[in-house]
């Protein structure tokens, strides 16, 4: 014969707050300061359409001489995003 020993709760197990609430609390409230402070800074910087079709220009100069019709495409690419959403 055997014997089973079932151990039951009647409420749910939950860890009483202690350290680890109060160390996670605190990472949290870092993480948010941190995050606050370096959320601007890391943001790219919004571009003119002039400067925009400047560097498409640069890049079809680089390319220019290894795919020719491809940097055509680019500088018209970029006249045109000048054209219609220019200064």
């Known amino acids: ?12 197990l939950r860890p009483a707050p202690g350290i680890a609430t109060l160390i996670a609390a605190s990472i949290s409230r870092a993480y948010a300061y941190v995050t606050a402070l370096l959320g601007d800074s890391m943001r790219p910087s919004a571009e003119s ?21 491809f940097a055509a495409d680019l500088y018209a690419a970029a006249d045109r995003h000048e054209v219609l959403h220019g200064d």
């Open 1 to 12: 014969m055997t014997t089973q020993i079932r151990q039951t709760f009647d409420s749910p």
């Open 49 to 69: 359409p002039a400067e925009a079709a400047a560097r498409l220009r640069a890049y079809a100069h680089s390319v220019s001489s290894r795919e020719p019709a």
